[in-house]
Structures are given as structure tokens and as C-alpha cells.
T-cell receptor
Framework: GAVVSQHPSWVICKSGTSVKIECRSL??????MFWYRQFPKQSLMLMAT?????????EQGVEKDKFLINHASLTLSTLTVTSAHPEDSSFYICSASLDRVKWNEQFFGPGTRLTVL | AQSVSQHNHHVILSEAASLELGCNYS??????LFWYVQYPGQHLQLLLKYFSGDPLVKGIKGFEAEFIKSKFSFNLRKPSVQWSDTAEYFC???????????FGTGTRLKVLA
């Protein structure tokens, strides 16, 4: 159980276009979903936290107008990279959270590799 | 600000060698601690976690980690590695009571058959 999927797994787009990435929790309803960005040989950096039906909370330095997050349901969150540029090329990973008794467990998706030409 | 340091970026071992990966964090309050593994081409998977109790925690696949509060450390160990342990390992800290996870930079482990 507790499977998180992402679609697409990889995408190549032209500079200036927008790209949408989907994150789904397949067999559970997630209280909260998270979006991370991972640069080569670097750690996962939290970009934003999203709760169903409310606005996402962005980390410092993340442009909310560039990285649009929509959390339409308890099983789906989307990240749209607007007007993408080559520097947005990265590996984007989502996670979905499940509240346990003592802690909050996050389940990670397989990631989406974005390449902007 | 909270941070997590993993000192070893690349580790190469022969099969049956012992493994210890370092993880230190900076935060003075209560934390939950995790080790995740990412096998080539796969998503992050939880290896083990600590949130209270016995500071020596055992995880899947023979891994264990020890929380030393005085040293702000949570080192990962395995007595005898296998070729199939080749992967990237991430230490993560969750500030208790929050959803936020902070990840270390990861350690790439290569085990030679």
C-alpha cells in the first residue's frame, strides 16, 4: 500500500512553454502533498506544501507564480512550471503524507525529469 | 535554520564489508529521523526511522541506525553489505510536530561484487 505515482516520468519542452506534472496517491487519501526539486548530486529541496482545497505554502526563494500548484483532491496534486527556462531543468519529486499516531509519514513518487531546451 | 549533513558523498565497498554512513543535523528541538534509500531508477523508500525510545533502530534489509542526541547524529550501519545495496542513501530530519522534511545531500554507495 501507500503508492504514489507521478506523470509524466520525463518530459522535454521548449523554452517559454508550460509543463504540468501530476502526483497521485493511488491507494490512500493524503492529508498533505509536497513538491521537491533535486539537482544532480544534490539533496531534495522542498519547494512547497499543498493541502487539498487550499493555497500551497511555498518555501523561501520559490516563485509561486512560476511553480503553480493545484491540489484538487485528496489524491491529486499538480505542479505546473510556467514559461519554463533551461534553468528549470531538474528532477521533480512529489510526496504524499499520511498521518500516523506519532508522526507524519511521507511516501514518495518516482520523480519527473524535466528538460527545458 | 535546520540542516542535515552527510559527510560521505561516494562510498565504494566490496561485498561483505561493513558500512557506516554519517549523518548529522542541526536543530536543538525534538526531531524525527529517517534514512531513505533510492535504488537506481526507483523512488525513495524508507529504510528506517526513529522518533523516540531505543536510540538503536533496526530497519529493513539488515540496516540499523543509532541516534546519539549529544552528537546530533544518526549514523546508518550494516555489518555486511551486498551488491544489491548499491544505491543512494539519504538521511532526513523532520521537526516534530511539523510536516517539513529536511534531506541531506545523499551518499552514493557502490558495492563491488
Amino acid at each position: 500500500g501507500a503508492v504514489v505515482s507521478q506523470h509524466p516520468s520525463w518530459v522535454i519542452c521548449k523554452s517559454g512553454t508550460s509543463v504540468k506534472i501530476e502526483c497521485r496517491s493511488l491507494d490512500f487519501q493524503a492529508t498533505t502533498m509536497f513538491w521537491y526539486r533535486q539537482f544532480p548530486k544534490q539533496s531534495l529541496m522542498l519547494m512547497a506544501t499543498s493541502n487539498e482545497g487550499s493555497k500551497a505554502t511555498y518555501e523561501q526563494g520559490v516563485e509561486k507564480d512560476k511553480f503553480l500548484i493545484n491540489h484538487a483532491s485528496l489524491t491529486l496534486s499538480t505542479l505546473t512550471v510556467t514559461s519554463a527556462h533551461p534553468e528549470d531543468s531538474s528532477f521533480y519529486i512529489c510526496s504524499a503524507s499520511l498521518d500516523r499516531v506519532k508522526w507524519n509519514e511521507q511516501f514518495f513518487g518516482p520523480g519527473t525529469r524535466l528538460t527545458v531546451l | 535554520a535546520q540542516s542535515v549533513s552527510q559527510h560521505n558523498h561516494h562510498v565504494i565497498l566490496s561485498e561483505a564489508a561493513s558500512l557506516e554512513l554519517g549523518c548529522n543535523y542541526s536543530y536543538g528541538g525534538t526531531v524525527n529521523l529517517f534514512w531513505y534509500v533510492q535504488y537506481p531508477g526507483q523512488h525513495l523508500q524508507l529504510l528506517l526511522k526513529y522518533f523516540s525510545g531505543d536510540p538503536l533502530v533496526k530497519g529493513i534489509k539488515g540496516f540499523e541506525a543509532e541516534f546519539i542526541k549529544s552528537k546530533f547524529s544518526f549514523n546508518l550501519r550494516k555489518p555486511s553489505v551486498q551488491w544489491s545495496d548499491t544505491a543512494e542513501y539519504f538521511c532526513a530530519v523532520n521537526v516534530a510536530g511539523t510536516y517539513k522534511y529536511i534531506f541531506g545531500t545523499g551518499t552514493r554507495l557502490k558495492v563491488l561484487a
